[in-house]
Each structure stands twice: as C-alpha cells, then as structure tokens.
C-alpha cells in the first residue's frame, strides 16, 4: 500500500559523474520541494560511496558502473554530498531552489 | 588515507562489535559457550565476499536500486529474527536453545555479510604491493581494533548489570539497535523510491551531529539519525516495540532470566 504511493510521479531526473575522483558538476542546482532523481555514473575503475549526511543518503558506486539516488523533496538551500572513499577530492554540493 | 581507511572501517566494524556483544552478553547469561559467534563471523565473511563480488549484478536490479531493496530486505529479515528471538529467550524451555543459537547466527552472519561487503569494496580500490595499501590496511587495522574495544567495553559492561539482575539492560540495547535498522530500511526503501519520499520532521544535526565521534557511536549503537522523516521515526517507534513490549504479552509472568530487574 504505502509502496505504490512513490511511483505515482515521475520524478526530474539529473545526472552526476565520477572521474579522476571528482563529481561532475560539483556543484548541481535542483528544484525545491520536488523529488529527484539522481543517476551517477561512475567513470573511474575504483569504486566510490556517494554519501551526505544533510541528504540522508548513502550508496556505493561501483566502478565502471551507475546507481540511481531518490532525494528530496528538499527546502531551499545547499547539501553538500562526498565520496566516502575519497573524501579528500570527491566532493560536491546540491542546490534546491 | 590513513585517517579515512581508519574511519571507514571502524563504522562498519562498530556496528557489527556492538550487535555481536549484545547478543553475546545475552547468550552468556543464558548459559551458552561463545563458539557460536565465530562460526556466524565465519559465515558472515564468506557471505561479504560472496555479496561484494555479487554487487555489480544485484546493483542494477530494480532500475539500479538492487543495493537499497537487497540491504532492506536483509535488515527487516534480521529485525523480525530478533524479535521471534526475544520471544524465545523469554520462555524457560531447554528445546528452545537450538533456534535460539540459530537466529543468533543467522542475524550476525547477515550482519556481518553487510558490513563487511562494504569494507571489501573499499579496499578492492588499491593495487595489491602500492604503499597506498599498506597504509590503508594500518587504518583498517587501527579502526576494526578501536571497534572490537568499544563492542568488548558493552559486553563487559552488560555482563556486568546482568550479573547484578538487571537483564533488561541488554535487551534495551538490543531494541534501540533493531529499530535503528528498522528505521534504516525505510530510508534506503525511500532512497529506492519504494516507499514515498517525505520531508524531514525535525533537525538535531547542531545540538549533535551525525559527523562527530558521539553522533557515529549512537549511529552504531542505536541508529541515531539527526534529520528524520515521520517513516523513519514511525518505524523506529515500532521496532523498539517489538522487542520491549511484544514479548510481554505473550510470556506472562515467566521470565526464568531476569532474576530481579
């Protein structure tokens, strides 16, 4: 019963790239109060942990692979996300607006 | 790379230090050697290594969710195993020690199995001999020693209040730690968008933040989570129910265990 209830609406989707240990775009600008669709694709040959913690979200990548991350709907404002493999580089910020 | 192999490894070694010792503490009591733990770690290690190298395919089932559906069901899997397990530990009967031993195994195994998979997909990253290994096999050793001392310091120390009759104490940790992973399962079923997206009810994250040492620590111990949705909290209500209150209604007045808590 409450399964259905998300697959109602269909929602925007954005896509993420991993290279070199890098988000592309770090910096990626979403609509508020709107579910979103997220699909990162993971370019380098290592995996990666997509995690943030004002998102509440957390995922492996593989590597040579992608993965797809429901969030919001979101207030207005910055969350910042990181590779938690990687967290020195691999980092990045979504922007609800 | 020290700092991060050290932080990454402890968070999945505590989690499964903390749950081990619980259920050790109560196996104790209940008079049973501790042989069992270590064929369920055994267990749990094959099935991390069996996950991980299962986790392209499993990762792109269900529209590239394979993860979140396959973790959920194995949490709400060890979440009802627990609270069949509170049941029995309840009832004085000798032929309930066989299922007993087995939910333990089976719930650390699965544990383990989780865990441990993430460990070995983060360390399948560094080429065998790079000095990147070496230090980050020194981390991992540093964060899995710093999380089997904080599991054995719990055990100690709920072997202690039980000694002194309060069972209770361990079963208080063992709900907290249920519900945690309850709660856990309807985030990743949201995150999948099996379960429909909701806002975050309220936000502790600057009395206490899920980055700092003691957020992480109550993240492992009992699934602490500064930023919620009314699912989570309602899931997380449920799970500590299911262990503290269920088996009130169905042992009466027998608790063989709990001398005078």
């Known amino acids: ?97 | 790379m020290l700092l991060t192999s050290t932080i990454i490894i402890l968070r999945e070694v505590l989690e499964g230090a903390i749950f081990v010792s619980v259920l050790l503490a109560l196996s104790s009591h209940y008079g049973l050697r501790m042989i069992w733990a270590w064929l369920a770690l055994l267990i749990g290690f094959a099935g991390a290594y069996m996950y991980a190298s299962k986790l392209d395919t499993i990762s792109t089932w269900f529209d590239y969710t394979g993860q979140e559906i396959m973790n959920a069901s194995i949490q709400i899997t060890i979440v009802l195993l627990l609270t069949v397990f509170v049941l029995l530990y309840r009832r004085p009967d000798s032929r309930l020690v066989k299922p007993i031993l087995a939910i333990m195994i089976v719930t650390v195994a699965l544990t383990t199995t989780i865990e441990g998979s993430e460990i070995l997909l983060y360390l399948s990253g560094f080429p065998d001999n790079s000095s990147a290994l070496y230090s980050v096999i020194l981390g991992g050793i540093l964060g899995a020693g710093i999380g089997v001392s904080i599991g054995a310091l719990l055990y100690y120390l709920l072997a202690y209040f039980m000694a002194n009759g309060v069972v209770n104490a361990a079963f208080l940790i063992l709900a907290l730690f249920s519900a945690g992973m309850l709660s856990h399962s309807v985030q990743i079923l949201t995150q999948a968008d099996w379960l429909p997206a909701q806002r975050i009810i309220w936000d502790t994250s600057s009395l206490l933040s899920e980055t700092s040492l003691l957020g992480q620590l109550l993240y492992a111990i009992m699934g602490y989570e500064a930023t919620p949705t009314a699912n989570q909290v309602v899931a997380y209500v449920f799970g500590v129910l299911l262990i503290l209150l269920l088996p009130r209604f169905f042992v009466k007045n027998t608790r063989p265990h709990a001398k005078s808590d």
């Open chain 1, 1 to 97: 019963m409450l399964m259905m209830a998300g697959k109602a609406v269909a929602a925007p989707e954005f896509k993420i790239e991993i290279k070199n240990h890098l988000f592309f775009p770090p910096v990626l600008t979403v609509p508020a109060h709107t579910k979103v669709k997220l699909r990162v694709s993971n370019q380098d040959p290592t995996n990666e942990e997509f995690e943030s913690y004002e998102l509440n979200r957390e995922k492996i990548i593989l590597g040579n692979s992608q993965a797809v991350i429901f969030i919001g709907p979101l207030e207005p404002g910055e969350y910042p996300f990181f590779g938690e493999f990687n967290p020195k580089t691999a980092q990045g910020k979504i922007i609800a607006e």
